[in-house]
Nanobody, 127 residues
Framework: QVHLVESGGGSVHTGGSLNLSCVASGLTWASNCMGWFRQIPGKEREGIAAIYSSGSEPFYADSVKGRFTISQDNAKKTVYLQMNSLKPEDTAMYYC????????????????????WGQGTQVIVSS
């Protein structure tokens, strides 16, 4: 059974930084697509970053490009999301998700491409 556990959320001021982590277990790490999504109550879940578990070719949504960096650590089966220059509009619940590599190939930001989800970690950015 696959488990994804996020951590690293918190409350920061505008311009601050946070580094989210997602530890995966029960997953064949070598051939996956790992994604970060976020959701505000009442709105659809938004894909913001994704990466092959091999570490190649990250993908970013325009809303976070240049500010967020996704990375992974094979040995730790962990994917990270370094978030810099945070804005109030980044306030959301952030979720880690895992799928086969095909998700990264075809639709890295489509929620229904992902089979496994974490419980989320809250990020609050105040002005």
């Amino acid at each position: 059974q696959v488990h994804l556990v996020e951590s690293g959320g918190g409350s920061v001021h505008t311009g601050g930084s946070l580094n989210l982590s997602c530890v995966a277990s029960g997953l064949t790490w070598a051939s996956n697509c790992m994604g970060w999504f976020r959701q505000i109550p009442g709105k659809e879940r938004e894909g913001i970053a994704a990466i092959y578990s091999s570490g190649s070719e990250p993908f970013y949504a325009d809303s976070v490009k240049g500010r967020f960096t996704i990375s992974q650590d094979n040995a730790k089966k962990t994917v990270y999301l370094q978030m810099n220059s945070l804005k109030p509009e980044d306030t959301a619940m952030y979720y880690c998700a895992a799928s086969t590599f095909r998700a990264c190939m075809w639709s890295p930001f489509r929620t229904n491409e992902y089979d496994n989800w974490g419980q989320g970690t809250q990020v609050i950015v105040s002005s």
